[in-house]
């Protein structure tokens, strides 16, 4: 079985807090095998239960991250707000008694996408990803902007700093080039198409009759439908997607024109060079050198959409 190593276990959970689920369940947890992938320290578990039942468990506390509660909460929140059509595992049951915090879902059957991706997985993740715009939500959601405004404003904060903390050297010759590009990304992704959020290989489940299913949706938000598919570029290209604009083209999307795009990459540039500069954060410690990567793959896309432009 494999283990993350950052990630609860069942059996690593207080006994209160697994009776409590148990309880809720109204039958016990008999196998819990912890899944992979994603930078959570919270658990992350498909249950197989007493009564034959099957179940996927989510739980966490600040002791493991001090913001990691108030994430499952909003996701719980979120789950009302979805609509039927939505591609997500229905909510079944919140636990939380002020310290823990436990989700429990239906269990999909299926498997997280092959890394190096395949291309007909990924045009199936994109071709899903772009259908969830055609979506309206059952309450009001964050915009985009609401969402993300306090985050992409990476190239205006190193601006203000040393610029030779800046180690790019093209990023550091045009830093405040960039400052001024990532303040129009929140006009070019005006919308109102449902956006997920954090799409990625780990947030994705391919079942057998050859739907799409999104999980870990913490993010969720209204904007552009193309918003998604540019956000989840750089870690397709690191898990052996292709580049961005090769999978932009395969994905339907080649026609959007570098001086809308660019706004948006710049702002995901920026994102990633000044948050993977940072300490890791508690109980995340494959989260910075994740960004880190993803911050060069970002810059190189920058540049030669800066080129284009």
Known sequence: MYRPDHRLQWSDLPTWVRVDIEETL????????????????????????????????????????PDSPAMMRRESEIASCLPPRAPAPTLLHTIDDGEWIALVFEDIEGTLPATPWDPHDLQRVIDATRRLGDLVPRCRLRT????????????????????????????????????????????????DGL?????????VILTPDGRVVFVDWTSTCTGAGWFEVLA????????????????????????????????????????????????????????????????????????????RR
């Open 232 to 307: 989840m570029l750089p870690s397709v290209q690191l898990e052996g997607g292709g580049e961005p604009e090769s999978v932009l083209e395969q994905g339907g999307l080649g026609h959007l024109a570098p001086t809308v795009q660019t706004p948006l990459v710049a702002a995901l540039a920026g994102y990633f060079a000044e948050r993977g500069r940072l300490p890791d954060p508690p109980g995340l410690p494959t989260l910075r050198p994740f960004q880190r990567a993803q911050g060069e793959v970002a810059i190189a896309w920058l540049r030669r959409l800066w080129d």
């Open 26 to 65: 109204g039958t016990s947890v008999v196998e819990a095998l912890g899944q992979r992938g994603g930078y959570s320290p919270s658990l992350a578990a498909r249950c197989r239960l007493a009564d034959g039942g099957r179940v996927f468990i989510k739980a966490v506390s600040a002791a493991q991250n």
């Open 144 to 191: 985009v902007a609401q969402q993300y405004g306090a985050m992409f404003t990476g190239w205006r904060t190193l601006a203000q700093e040393d610029p030779n903390d800046i180690n790019d050297p093209w990023c550091r010759a045009h830093v405040d080039e960039l400052a001024a590009t990532e303040g129009r990304w929140e006009q070019m992704t005006v919308g």
């Open 195 to 203: 956006i997920h959020g954090d799409v990625r290989s780990d947030n």
